[in-house]
């Protein structure tokens, strides 16, 4: 998957980690938005690592997989900043 992809993707995956995420967040919606597209590079980086192959498209499971990705980040960076 193109690099354009997955900031495209990573948007959509920080929303969906926003509003997945239980608690008040500190960063604000830019912050997560950009821990989303983080969160996409990781979570595709992990999916290749453990197997899963490599994306192929905007779909489902690259969805999946950078919401988790982006879910990661997300508690991470809420541990670090309180």
Same mark, same amino acid.
């Given at each position: @998957?193109? %690099?354009?992809?997955?900031? =495209? *993707?990573?948007?959509?995956?920080?929303?969906l980690? #926003?509003?997945? @995420?239980?608690?008040?967040?500190?960063?604000?919606?830019?912050?997560? @938005?950009? $821990?989303?597209?983080? &969160?996409?590079? /990781?979570?595709?980086? /992990? &999916?290749?690592? =453990?197997? $899963? &192959?490599?994306?192929?498209? %905007?779909?489902?499971g690259?969805?999946?997989?950078?919401?988790?990705g982006?879910?990661? $980040? *997300?508690?991470i960076?809420? #541990?670090? =900043?309180?």
């Amino acid at each position: @998957m193109g %690099v354009f992809s997955w900031i =495209i *993707l990573g948007l959509l995956a920080g929303a969906l980690a #926003k509003w997945l @995420m239980p608690g008040d967040d500190g960063g604000g919606w830019i912050a997560t @938005m950009g $821990l989303g597209i983080g &969160g996409a590079f /990781v979570g595709g980086w /992990v &999916g290749a690592f =453990i197997g $899963l &192959g490599p994306a192929t498209g %905007v779909n489902i499971g690259s969805l999946v997989t950078a919401t988790l990705g982006a879910f990661i $980040l *997300l508690f991470i960076y809420n #541990k670090f =900043i309180r």
